[in-house]
Each structure stands twice: as C-alpha cells, then as structure tokens.
C-alpha cells in the first residue's frame, strides 16, 4: 500500500511487480494476490485495461490520516472506539498556568 | 421477597454513593492497583446485588402465581371477595408488575450493553487496520518495538495514543514528534505498550459501555477514574522502565505543544535522572496521597493552578505531572492501600452478608 501510495496515479500488478523485483526476490503472484486482497478490502479500485486490471488508490494517504485523526482527536461521545491517549492537549492560557505552576515546583526546591 | 429488597435498596445505595466514597481515595493515584479493584469491585457488587434481587423477585412471583390467580379470579367472580383477598390480589399484582418492569429494564440495559461493546470493538480495530497500513513504520529510536507496531501519522496537532486490535497499533502524530526528544518518545511509548501490555482497553471498553448502559454516578463516574487509574498504571510501568524525568517532560511537551526539557525537571528534589529513585521500590504503588514527611509541599500541584483553568479533561495532566515529580510516602501509601482493601472486603461482603441476614 505504502508503494502505491508514493507511486502516484494508477498502475498494473505488473508495474509494482518490476518494481518490487528490482529490491528484492518476490514472486508475482504475490504481488497480485495482495493486490486483490486489498481490492476487495475497500483499499484499492481497479479498472480492466485489455487483459489487466489497473488498480488505483480509493483515497490518499493524507485522506485516510485526515479520517483517523478526526476519529482520535473527537470528544467521546462521537466516537466509540477504544483509544488510550497519552495525555490531552491543552489550549493556550492553559497549557502558560500548567508551565508556570510547574517550573516553579521544580525550580523552587533545594 | 425481603431479600430481593434488600439487595436492591444497596444496590441502589451503592451506585449512588460508592463514587463520593471512593473517589476521594484514587483521587491522586497514591495505590492505583488497589484503587482500580475498589472501583471494579463496587461494579461488580452492585451489579450481582441487581441481578440477585431480579431473580429472587422473579422466583417469589412465580412460586405465589397460584394464589394470585386464584385471587384475581374470585375478585372477578364476586362471590367470596373479601377484602383481605382483595388486598391480597393488590399485593400480588404489585409484585408481578416490579419483576415485569425490573426484567424489562435489565433486558434494556443488557442488550445497551452488548451492542456497545460490539460496535466500540469493531471500531477500535478498524482504527488499528488503517492506523497501521496509513501510517508511516516508526522505528523506536534505540531499540525495535517488541509486540505492537508504532506509526507515525501526519498531523500538526501532537498526539499519543494507542489502540487494540490485531495486532494493536501505537499512533504517534508528526506534531509530536517535533515536541519530543528520543528518550521522552521511548517514555511515551512504553507508556503505550504498558496500555496495550495490561490489557486496559478491555477495562475501558467494559465500563464504558456499562457506563452507557446504566448510566447511574457509580458506572458513569467509575469509567473516568478507571481511565485515569488505568494512565497513571501506565505511567508507573513507563517510569519504572525510563525514569521519571523524561515522562513526565513528555507529558507537559505533549499537554502544551511546545519542547519541554527533562533536565529542568530532572534537577528538581531527589529525583535521579534516568533511574527510578531508592524511594520508588514498589511501582504498583507510588504516587501523591499527601505530601509526605521531607517535601516541603507548597500546596497540591492541581489545587495551586486557577480554579476553572483546566478542562476537565486535562485536569488529570497536573495530578499525573504531580505524583511523577513528588510520589507519596510509604507511611501514606500503605494508608491508602489499606483503606482501598477495607473498602474492597466490604463491598464484596455486603451481597452475601445482605442475603444471609434477610433470609433468617
């Protein structure tokens, strides 16, 4: 996916294969069974070009990161999924009280 | 009969005012493992209370259903319809009806239930799958991730977070990245993987659909301070791993956006840079009860900030910079453990003990 991705534009199991080729051993029918796989997941669309299948991205990366972002950063009650996060942003004038109160308690000691 | 009242009347008493007994008492996370048992237990009583009385009204409607159509019947007929039949048939009618609305709303509340726990599951690895394929590999800047797989995504906004699945992801955002120096980020991350290690979604996910389901004070304000119960238990193991220092400097960095350096806070007190101190033996239970003998405590750290400055969110930011920079005595550890394991035992015996002394 990440190969399609920085490809840009849309490209046949062939295209990817020569590229992959080019770095490592891999067999093409690798190649095409992981394509399909991420097919009929939702994550690539294709179009029959003469005897291939031309596969192209249903979204950019920066859209599904757009997508997740949105989901981890909502308030609960928007979203139902499980996500532990390290700590929650602050805005302005509260993250200024935090500093001071902070570096006053580790600065203020002996 | 009795007993089903009992049991109820406490479960009810319980879900009401657990949550101002034991709140209190986790507050600052001075015994986060007997804190987090206190407030799972008290679900768990309560929840066993409920179900107890439901069944034993249940039992008492069906072993007296002969008499009460026998009372309806002559009632109907007229005939021999005293008033004590009459009375008699009121009675029985009254309890029919509770065990008919008491199965109806824990029929609702089972069934809020489950549908929750499906879709936030589903949701939660849906996350993860794209998480995973979207983001960038990260890779740990001193040694590779055993067990989940950490991606960085884009995003100016700086941002941690982990999310289970299969397997389970940890997102890293670039903004935080940039806030982050190698050994805050080796923090964050063993923070994470402490999360996913511990199994804490599955908490979240169980008390924040009975949170959903029955949303009485003990479930609604029990998922809170389970969540933040279940942070400074990851803060424990990350700090135990890395030392204090650059934890709690990559909790400020990421809390405020902005570079915070753990030399400024490594000097501070007896606190050892890298290394957990000598008074920090026992991880499962460190942390602020009260400022203990030795600290020259100038107030709580979130109590000294401006009332209605913080979020409600981010109130747990102070509290968790906090016990990090100032743990707890040992004196005031093993106070608060033992006032969590007493308030435990009694929460666990009230049902048993309830039903024995009713059904004498």
């Known amino acids: ?110 | 009969m009795i007993t089903a009242l009992a049991l109820l009347g406490y479960a009810a008493c319980a879900a009401w005012w657990a949550p101002a007994l034991l709140a209190p008492l986790t507050r600052r996370g001075a015994s986060v493992r007997a804190g987090l048992a206190a407030w799972l237990a008290a679900m768990a009583s309560v929840l066993v209370s409920a179900a107890v009385a439901i069944e034993s009204s249940f039992r008492t409607v069906a072993a007296d259903w002969p008499q009460l159509t026998q009372a309806l019947c002559r009632s109907v007929a007229g005939g021999a319809c005293t008033p004590a039949v009459y009375r008699s048939a009121l009675y029985e009618g009254g309890v029919t009806a509770l065990a008919a609305t008491l199965a109806l709303l824990s029929a609702v509340a089972l069934w809020r239930y489950g549908r929750r726990v499906q879709r936030s599951r589903a949701q939660t690895r849906s996350h993860a799958r794209t998480a995973l394929l979207v983001g960038r590999a990260l890779t740990d800047p001193a040694s590779g991730i055993a067990g989940a797989r950490a991606v960085m995504l884009d995003d100016p906004r700086p941002a941690a977070y982990c999310v289970a699945g299969r397997p389970a992801a940890i997102v890293v955002t670039s903004g935080a990245l940039t806030v982050l120096d190698p050994p805050q980020l080796r923090a964050v991350l063993a923070h994470e993987r402490a999360h996913l290690a511990h199994g804490h979604h599955v908490l979240a996910t169980v008390t924040r659909a009975l949170a959903a389901a029955l949303p009485v004070p003990l479930f609604t304000r029990g998922a809170a301070e389970v969540a933040r119960l279940a942070e400074m238990s990851a803060d424990d193991t990350a700090a135990r791993a890395n030392g204090r220092p650059p934890l709690a400097a990559a909790l400020i960095a990421i809390a405020t956006g902005a570079r915070y350096p753990s030399t400024r806070i490594a000097g501070a007190g007896h606190l050892g840079a890298g290394h957990p101190g000598p008074d920090y033996p026992d991880a499962g239970h460190p942390g602020a009860g009260h400022p203990g003998a030795g600290y020259q405590g100038t107030g709580h750290l979130s109590t000294s900030l401006p009332r209605g400055a913080l979020a409600a969110t981010a109130c747990a930011v102070p509290d968790r910079v906090e016990r990090l920079l100032r743990p707890a005595s040992r004196a005031s550890r093993t106070a608060c453990t033992l006032a969590l394991t007493l308030t435990l035992t009694a929460l666990a015996a009230a049902p048993p003990a309830l039903t024995l002394l009713a059904a004498r």
């Open chain 1, 1 to 110: 996916m990440q190969r399609i991705w920085d490809h840009g534009g849309t490209l046949t199991v062939r295209d990817l294969f020569e590229e992959l080729r080019a770095e490592r051993n891999i067999a093409y029918t690798t190649v095409m069974s992981t394509m399909d796989n991420l097919y009929r997941k939702g994550w690539l669309a294709r179009e029959r070009d003469g005897k291939a299948y031309r596969y192209a991205p249903v979204a950019t990366r920066e859209e599904y990161s757009a997508r997740l972002m949105r989901e981890a950063m909502a308030e609960a009650g928007d979203t139902e999924a499980v996500l532990s996060h390290f700590v929650a942003q602050m805005d302005g004038p509260e993250s200024a009280a935090l500093r001071a109160v902070i570096d006053k308690l580790a600065g203020g000691r002996p």
